[in-house]
């Protein structure tokens, strides 16, 4: 398309057609989350792991009706990347990691190690250990990690396939708290760099693009507005627009005022009249 | 299309199918200007009145292949809209209104009284006093404002058919300064609102429709880009993507942290896994 | 004081030794105002008129015990600025105005038309005209104003004494909203600039004056306070240190880091050690 | 002084009668700092460790007329806090601490891991390591580090006697990028907080301490302005205006106005006329 997209977005030799990466929580229903996540247009999407009594009903959720995400992203062509939120240490976060490429056919993750169950900040000392440990058990690694330009390059380093800064504390939709920081972040890295956490509307996700973000991870902003599809259809154009933005070389910010239309040689009465370029 | 442009855009009983308003000045060409109007989508657009000292060639120019904005806008079906740019009083702002009437045949026109040619703020007293005059000739008049309320509410009840407050200064790219100020303005129009002026990016526009604008106006955000027409894509998205965010209902803003992926109940070492809505 | 005060903050030849004027509103009691006040080192305190249904106790009210705010004003040595806060109307403001003068034996007068009893922000076309009967009259005329620099030069052009734009709303305590306006204003002015609404706790009291302010003004941040006295003493340091920064001419902004110890040279284990500059 | 520094600054058991911390580097002369740091109020400074050629001309650089900070501070009677600035690892910022403290004969260190000489944003990896090494040796440690709140409760953890966060990158004077990590930290750590970098003038610090900072750091804001003198005068003020604030209870902020002075009953004609509270 004319304009975006442009430049394909990879991720470990993967490319996906949409920049839009989604969340899974908060969904009202399953119903309410198909619909958000078709008109999002996203080709990636998060699951979080969790542990469940019962055996799942059958070996192919889909052709089972097995009202899971697991079973909607199949019957989306939607690729699942598990995430390990609600990991609390090195050691739960790199086991949930390898449960979940078990559970998932996938060696894909989006690591979270989070500090606690106030900020859910990232611990990122834990982080860069466990992105550490899963990169060397053959992972592909995309880290969730706070703004520091330090900790997003230390993540590359040890091999992660991209890194994902917060905007802002997960949840909140208080948007880019530190837009230095991401513009930092993304002219430095060499992997994709996705904004993921504090997304709460369009102009947030047109921003983390025009800061030279690969691309937006987000979740609550679409699964709690008040209409869902209509926000994820926003979204799909917000980051669309951020990135073509980003490419089309918007013209310096000036301190002073520049007239765009001429202020001499103007209309006088009795002359002949035209329009001006 | 679903999730924008689901009430019309309407100025004066004229239905427009683009919320962008564009302006034409800065353009490096004829031809630059028609490819970025094109990807753009609008639908309305200014154009500056100017002294010819030759007549103009013909009673149709685009037949004529009249190498002007005025004929390029009649070829693609565009409404012009004349304003009456580097008017600094009163009586020249009217008399450039009243020649562009006549000279482009429509009675609407941008309305600009512009203090001065440092600045190029309006003029607000000298505005709501030529904004009066022309709506009593018969004009359908679309101010150029700052981001006073209290203006904006004067203007609109002298009679204007929208009011269309500036970001930042012209030209600046420096995109809302005062968030609250338009918000307001938005919020206690009967008319629509049109942010005019400032916008430098693809998020500001967003914003601009976030904060309950009706339609944004901007010029040489794309004229001047590096790749305008690539420019006038990304603020077609922008203005649609924050229009829709606004529709969609984003979830208000937290102070605090708020899990998206369940924190409790998670992966255990030999439990069966599924994946967590 | 060395670095502070060292140009005299002058209106209309009379010369202030502080530059932060207090308003009178929302106090508790006049006992806690008159601590607050002492506190505040201020030498001009506005003082809203209102109409008292018994006539007043004495014709002098300080050696009367009268427990009103000018009583306690003229106790304490500080120059009454009369306000027409709650006049909606050029009239209403003409009106109290010229009443204040035989009421309060004093030319001065700050000046308010007030748009509505909602948003409480000027009605600029209804100020302009009402300080431009006023200075014809002989008074000497303290506008409070938007933010907007054209407005505020009109203010100056007609006569005003001084101009006092708002930084955000009346009592909102949100700062201010729009700081290249305010800088704007006050380095195109050739009165004192005062910064008068908005201020919500000392760091903006001081970015108004770094931005170029001659004073500030204001009420409720200090009257409304937990500790008033303790927040009257801050601003007090706080108007004195951003006056004192504006004259000592920071360093510029810069976008990337510079090191302010040498990074080169440094110490290596067996070597001489002294401390760097 | 009433309404400033009533609670005592404490460190480590050390109680110092100013909230400003100073830094040597940038200054012109050191007479200039001289001058600048009695302005300022300081009772701690910090100085870089550099490596020199020549021995020290004496064994009492004060007495000798040795033209160091170290003679000058001593002079001044002000604590002076040896940095480990330009150490890139840990174990040169260890050694440096370690022979700090033997020259310099105090434990006490302001620890610095650079993660490059680009950015000089801490690594905080190996931050905390140092930081954990030194303390366990015995030092005081306050540590230089970004604003990420977790990191900040790992380097309290460890056992530092501070935390010193940063508002913007050394040098940059871009003030307080993210107040909310800011004020995050100051609300949950029971050692002091200092802020540390990126003052660029007086307002940036009283915006520090309204954030509940327990005290600012700063250097090339005072020691690169045109006067440096008056900005140090400025800084004092603001600290303490600034802390004074936080103590006194701001009112909440408002989005809509407030009135101050009544708005009902009101100046008539012919009324009797008094001043309201």
Not at 60 to 70: F, N, Q
Not at 73 to 81: D, K, M, Q, S, V
Request: glycine residues 10%.
């Amino acid at each position: 398309m004319l304009g975006t997209n442009d430049t394909p977005f990879t991720i470990a030799g993967t490319t996906l057609g949409s920049r839009l990466v989604m969340g899974t929580g908060g969904a009202a229903s399953l119903l309410a989350l198909e619909d958000a996540l078709v008109a999002s247009g996203t080709e990636l999407t998060t699951v979080a792991m969790r542990r469940v009594s019962r055996p799942r009903p059958s070996a192919d959720p889909a052709a089972a009706g097995d009202p899971s995400v697991w079973g909607l992203l199949e019957r989306l062509g939607i690729r699942a990347l598990p995430n390990t939120a609600g990991c609390f240490s090195v050691r739960e976060a790199v086991l949930t990691a390898q449960l979940a490429r078990e559970a998932c056919a996938t060696n894909w993750v989006k690591l979270e190690v989070i500090a606690d169950d106030v900020t859910l900040l990232p611990d990122v000392i834990g982080l860069v250990e466990a992105a550490k440990i899963l990169v060397d058990d053959g992972f592909t690694v995309l880290p969730y990690t706070n703004d520091d330009p330090i900790t997003a390059r230390r993540l590359e380093d040890v091999g992660c396939a991209a890194v994902m800064p917060l905007g802002s504390p997960i949840g909140s939709g208080l948007g880019i708290a530190n837009p230095r920081n991401i513009e930092a972040i993304a002219g430095a890295a060499s992997v994709p760099v996705i904004l993921d956490a504090g997304i709460g509307t369009a102009s947030d996700a047109a921003l983390a693009m025009e800061l030279g973000c690969d691309g937006v991870l987000l979740a609550t902003a679409v699964t709690r507005a008040a209409d869902p599809v209509r926000m994820a259809h926003a979204m799909r154009l917000a980051v669309e627009a951020g990135h073509a933005a980003a490419g089309a070389g918007r013209p310096p910010r000036r301190e002073r005022a520049l007239a765009s239309s001429p202020v001499g040689g103007l209309v006088a009465v009795g002359d002949n009249l035209d329009l001006a370029l």
